[in-house]
């Protein structure tokens, strides 16, 4: 019988009896591994989760109670049962639906998530929300071990821990973050897992204490007094029940009766936060997922049997791993040279720098203020810290680098990957606001390379640049395979380069758009139009002397960056224009990312939908220059 297919809602999902649901969970397993196999997306995460997601829901009166999911990434199952099993197939796909919660999705999706660390603190927005309005309904937040070695969930915990309201707190913990989880509260977890057993006998014992009228009471205060270690081994989940969190587990993620019992109990507490710690297996049910679920964790579309990826033929390398052979190439040279990375050592590409040189090499977790900052004090020290971290989660880290790095002209180096649209992961994680936040920094050196090559070289002028820090954005994927034999050199300071001459118009690319702009040309040359390219290089400092030219040169300027065009490189460039006293003021026209969130989808979809692929840029060039 196909349990799955008489599912809608989660009021379906509670018609069947507790004995039916494992049943169910080897159905979603196999659906979602074949519609992932080919759609690709977080497939570890949410093999995870299906015991889960099935208990909250069977347990819990959902959308009424609300579930906070925590990055989001392991929510596939939740999407399942919650209506959008027939479109799942769409999953992650242009006018598909999303990888993540989007509350603009479904009324199941109490908030919208895709950044780590964020559900504690919402779900607590959420629970003394519903206090004040004198509302009824349970929160519960999932929340992974990775998410809660992030510092929003300790200011999160901190919070709720003194707020004595109803919010339960389920931490997955699976012991791995996209790698391996790193830190001390991971240490600190996977000893009360192991001890767990011991833990089972002591919490018994423990809840024995608490029932026995008057004498129970006093031996369990006389425990608080004793040494910590004794308390480790009296108390579960010590560190949650000192922040003030009820601890209940740790508990198998994968028995549906055993979570079942637990939330069942839970929903009985009405004044105190709660914190259920459950284990799972990231990548369970699926071999090859189970076996390196640092693959599976966001994957392309793959073959089931095998669990090979598809790579389509040809692939040049990506940026990532540009970054990461020259970076090695570079430290290998110079001691002085470390890589600082906030979970994603694979993402960026250091895994080849963190085998060569495991001392220079820090993954500190989902951290990215705190690689910040930390990276500031190793440039104190007269290190030369690299800080690879996606565009998008570099936006946590604004006040960072402005008051720790900037202020002080450290020498810290950024390289931001995933810089501009990312596709299919959409709105949370395109990149495209980077050198409109960055370019007001003061002192900051921002560079964007046109391919790979460039890439390089930027790389090696912002290891040579020590007045500040540098930032090299770039966008996911692979380059242009420009060739990389020419040798590392430092490009000199705030200089642009012209890469085809024309008349009439300047086309000035940023980064990758640089490709389009050329390839928007040709279509330009076919109407008539002529237009000269450059590449700026720099987004700050912009190449003044250059450019001071420019405006007698062109009537039309035309800049195009992928990056929203709010506060980018065009505007950039139009202020130093307004400002240059030209006396013949160009017309300007900016094109790059609109000023509004973007969807998800393939990149193609995407920039055709944008008006960004060459034939619409030709075409809005050509109205641009024709007046229309
Ligand atoms: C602020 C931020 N940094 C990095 C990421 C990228 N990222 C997505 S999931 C993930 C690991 C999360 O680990 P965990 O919470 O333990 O969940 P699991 O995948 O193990 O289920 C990371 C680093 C992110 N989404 N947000």
């Known amino acids: 019988m196909n349990f799955l297919e008489a599912i809608q809602s989660p009021d379906d999902l509670r018609k069947f009896p507790p004995d039916a649901l494992p049943h169910l969970a080897r159905e979603i397993r196999e659906f979602m591994i074949d519609v992932v196999s080919t759609t690709g997306g977080h497939l570890a995460p949410s093999l995870g989760t299906v015991e889960l997601t099935i208990a909250l829901h069977y347990a819990y009166n959902t959308p009424t109670d609300k579930i906070v999911w925590d990055v989001g990434h392991q929510a596939y199952t939740h999407k399942i049962l919650t209506g959008r099993r027939d479109r799942f197939e769409t999953l992650r796909r242009y006018g598909g639906i999303s990888g993540f919660p989007r509350i603009s999705e479904s009324n199941y999706d109490a908030v919208s998530a895709g950044h780590a660390s964020t559900s504690i603190s919402v779900a607590l927005g959420l629970a003394r929300g519903r206090d004040l309005l004198g509302q009824n309904h349970a929160v519960v937040a999932v929340i992974g071990d990775g998410a809660m070695s992030g510092g929003l969930s300790f200011e999160g915990l901190n919070n709720l821990g003194a707020s004595r309201t109803n919010l339960t707190v389920v931490l997955n913990d699976n012991e791995m973050s996209i790698s391996r989880n790193v830190g001390a509260l991971s240490r600190y977890l996977t000893r009360v897992i192991t001890d767990k057993r011991y833990y089972k006998i002591k919490s018994e014992i423990w809840d024995m204490l608490g029932k026995l009228p008057n004498v129970g009471k006093s031996i369990r205060s006389l425990v608080h007094g004793v040494d910590d270690s004794l308390k480790h081994l009296l108390i579960p989940g010590k560190f949650f029940q000192d922040l003030g969190l009820r601890y209940l587990g740790p508990v198998d993620g994968h028995d549906i009766g055993a979570m079942l019992e637990i939330f069942n109990s839970v929903k009985k507490f009405s004044n105190e936060p709660v914190l259920v710690h459950i284990i799972t297996k990231k990548g369970k049910g699926y071999r090859f997922a189970e076996e390196n679920a640092t693959k599976f964790h966001g994957v392309g579309s793959f073959s089931k049997t095998t669990g090979e990826i598809i790579v389509p033929k040809g692939k040049t390398p990506s940026y990532s791993e540009i970054f990461g052979s020259t970076l090695s190439e570079i430290a290998a040279t110079r001691p002085e040279v470390v890589a600082i990375t906030a979970a994603m050592r694979d993402g960026t590409g250091l895994a080849k720098f963190s085998k060569e040189f495991p001392d220079r090499f820090f993954d500190v977790g ?263």
Not at 465 to 476: A, E, L, Q, T, V
Not at 516 to 532: D, T
Not at 564 to 583: D, M, P, R, V, Y
């Open 366 to 628: 989902i951290a990215e203020s705190h690689a910040v900052t930390f990276a500031a004090g190793l440039a104190l020290k007269g290190l030369r810290p690299v800080v690879a971290l996606y565009s998008t989660f570099l936006q946590r880290t604004f006040d960072q680098i402005l008051h720790d790095v900037a202020l002080d002209g450290l020498p810290v180096v950024f390289c931001i990957d995933r810089a501009g649209l990312v596709g299919d992961d959409g709105p949370t994680h395109h990149g495209a606001f980077d050198l409109s936040f960055l370019r007001i920094i003061p002192g900051a050196l921002i560079m964007a390379p046109r391919d790979e090559e460039q890439f390089r070289k930027m790389l090696f002028t912002a290891l040579s640049y020590d007045k500040g820090p540098s930032f090299i954005r770039y966008p996911r994927g692979s380059g242009t395979g420009a060739s990389l034999t020419s040798p590392l050199k430092a490009l000199p300071i705030g200089t642009s380069e012209d890469l085809v001459k024309g008349e009439n118009v300047a086309l000035l690319a940023a980064g990758d758009f640089v490709q389009l702009a050329l390839r928007a040309r040709e279509f330009l040359v076919e109407k008539g139009i002529n237009p000269a390219v450059i590449d700026p290089r720099f987004i700050k400092p912009l190449d003044e002397h250059r450019f001071s030219t420019l405006w007698n040169e062109f009537p039309f300027i035309v800049t195009l960056e992928n990056n929203t065009i709010e506060g980018g490189f065009g505007s950039a460039l139009l202020s130093l224009a307004a400002e240059s006293g030209a006396k013949r003021f160009p017309r300007f026209l900016r094109l790059g990312l609109p000023d509004r969130f973007i969807q998800h989808g393939d990149l193609p979809h995407l920039l055709s939908d944008l008006r960004l692929d060459p034939a619409s840029l030709a075409d809005r060039i050509g109205n641009f220059v024709r007046g229309e």
